[in-house]
Structures are given as C-alpha cells and as structure tokens.
C-alpha cells in the first residue's frame, strides 16, 4: 500500500521568509512523487513532480523539492515566501508499478504567509 | 478553457435522491479519474478509466457509486440512494498515458461539492 504523511497541519512564515512544507512516503517500489496546492474553491493545481533523474526539481512559482530516498521524504521549499503563496499544499505518491495508478494523497498543509 | 471541467460545481440533495455528475477531460487526455475529498483530508482515489474501460473500481465506497465513460470521452459519476456522510468535494481529473511508465500528471477541475440535507 501506498501512502503520505504531511505531520504539520499549518505552517506559518513571514513573508519573504523561506518555506518548507514536509511529506514523508511510503511505497513497495520506486516512488513517482508530486505536489499540488488547491486554493479556497479552486481545484488542484500541480506544482511539480519527481520521476527520475535529479533529486532536487523545481517548479511553478519558484518552488523546488527535493527527493530523498534515504529518509523517503520529498519536502517542498520556496526560498522566499509570498503573501499569494497562502493555500493548502498537498504531497501526493504512485508506485511507478505500472499496475498501480492511483495516487495517494497527505492530508495536506495549510500554509499561512504573514505579511 | 482546455482544462478539465467538471458540472455542477454545487448539488444539494435530500438523503435519498440519486445525483449524477459530468466530468469533462482535456481532450488530448486518453486517462480519466476520479477522487473524493472531505473537509481537513486529502483526496481519496475512487476509480480510474483509460479510453472508455473502467480498470479500477475496487475504491468506490458502495455499489451505490458508479461511473461511466461510454465514449472515452466525458464521464460521469452517480450516486444512488444519497446518504449524509456522501457530502462531499468529488474531484474529477484527466492525464495522457504514453506508454507503460510514461504519464503525463493528472489535471483536476475545480470538483463538484454535493451537501446532502
């Protein structure tokens, strides 16, 4: 079974702070991992994605991740938060098992950037 | 508008009252799922067509849950007999498959949010 672990319900930064919201996986196999953030009413946006290749990816909005399979997290940053960043953040993972296709889903991160 | 669209973007029901939502993918799309999100959780997987066949559906939450894509195309999702804890946001979301390790990610409308009274 696969599944993702997003242990802060809310992150508060300052703006022009730096940002991390933390997501740890579970998979019998090799990961394809995502993060997407919905805003208030919206559907999901995708942010980015690790597939394979380069451990560290970047994404819309000036935000990265970065892959670490030793500890099986994939924490998103943004060097340097914005006001607009404020949504809920959501770290998701599909086993690359080609029978598997469902992704799994954190329960996500409230992000709160303080003027 | 070429992303997924999903109607109706509400439904209120009374318990009891089937509900039937579309699902509009992008067109290039030749996958199509949907998931359901409750207040504070993260989306939950329902099932999944590729083309027009259903290849999973072990994750509808009853036989009173079906869907559909009878043309590979639009789908739609129904719900028979409502009950109050199926208020919810059903999600709605399309990728394009290229091969057997090769898949675009997946694109979600904006859900439709049903509140059954």
């Known amino acids: 079974a696969q599944s993702v672990a997003q242990p802060e319900d809310q992150v508060n930064v300052a703006e022009g702070n730096p940002l991390t919201v933390k997501c740890t996986y579970s998979v019998s196999g090799n990961p394809y991992l995502f993060w997407y953030v919905q805003y208030p009413n919206r559907g999901l946006q995708f942010l980015l994605k690790?597939?394979?290749?380069?451990?560290l990816v970047k994404g819309s909005y000036g935000f990265e991740a970065e892959f670490n399979k030793s500890q099986t997290s994939f924490h998103l940053k943004k060097p340097s938060a914005l006001v607009s960043d404020s949504a809920l953040y959501f770290c998701?993972?599909?086993?690359?098992?080609?029978?598997?296709?469902?992704?799994?889903f954190g329960k996500g991160n409230q992000v709160v950037v303080i003027p | 508008d070429t992303g997924v669209s999903q109607d109706p973007r509400h439904k209120i029901t009374k318990r009891g009252q089937n509900v039937t939502f579309r699902c509009d993918p992008i067109s290039e799309h030749n996958r199509l799922y949907w998931y359901r999100q409750t207040l504070g959780q993260g989306p939950e997987f329902l099932t999944y067509?590729?083309?027009?066949?259903?290849?999973?559906k072990s994750r509808l939450l009853s036989d009173r849950f079906s869907a559909e894509r009878p043309k590979g195309s639009f789908s739609t999702l129904e719900i028979q007999r409502t009950e109050q804890g199926d208020s919810a946001m059903y999600l709605c979301?399309?990728?394009?498959?290229?091969?057997?390790?090769?898949?675009?990610?997946?694109?979600f409308g904006q859900g439709t949010r049903l509140t059954v009274v």
């Open positions: 998701a993972v599909r086993d690359i098992n080609p029978g598997n296709n469902r992704l799994a």
């Open positions: 979301a399309s990728s394009f498959r290229v091969s057997t390790h090769a898949e675009t990610e997946a694109f």
């Open positions: 690790y597939i394979t290749g380069d451990n």
């Open positions: 067509f590729q083309n027009e066949a259903q290849l999973e």
